[in-house]
């Protein structure tokens, strides 16, 4: 058995489908895990989704999937656009990480312009929503498969 594809959210993600759903969509984190997990499963892998609103905990999670993952796929969200540390401990992996967004980041307000995230992953899929999740997840399956 492969190790885990992590699968990270960062702070606010928490309250998916509870507002702003023209930006953000109408599904919640957790029906965004469960069809993930679905996902993984039929390509033979398993997932360890989490969300935390805490930066620390973040790197923590980050730093964990050092050993145990095969891939990470993360949604950093507001830390996108802020932290170096998150910047730094993804600069620490060997192995594939894809940064994921729900919006179009690009599209939106100038601060949300500039990634210190994008400079340490492998690539970025942004602004299909809640399928910005599945296409991240395909795309390190196919990393892990190549
Ligand atoms: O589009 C994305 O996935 C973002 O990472 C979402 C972040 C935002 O700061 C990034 O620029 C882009 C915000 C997540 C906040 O999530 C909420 C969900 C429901 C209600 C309010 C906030």
Do not use: W
């Not at 998150?86 to 894809?98: E, M, N, Q």
């Not at 990634?115 to 340490?120: K, L, Q, T």
């Amino acid at each position: 058995m492969p190790k885990a594809i992590y699968i990270l959210n960062g702070p606010n993600l928490n309250l998916l489908g509870t507002r702003e759903p023209e930006i953000y969509g109408s599904d919640t984190l957790a029906d965004i895990e469960k069809s993930c997990v679905k996902n993984a499963k039929e390509a033979g892998f398993e997932i360890v989704f989490k969300q935390s609103n805490i930066e620390g905990e973040l790197v923590d999670m980050i730093q964990e999937a050092r050993d145990k993952a095969s891939a990470l796929i993360i949604n950093p969200a507001a830390y996108t656009h802020t932290s170096v540390a998150i910047h730094d401990a993804l600069k620490t992996l060997d192995i594939p990480a894809i940064e994921i967004h729900l919006s179009q980041p690009a599209k939106r307000e100038s601060f949300r312009r500039r990634s210190y995230v994008a400079e340490a992953v492998t690539g970025t899929i942004s602004g299909f929503g809640a399928n910005s999740y599945e296409l991240g997840l395909q795309a390190a399956i196919k990393l892990l498969k190549t």
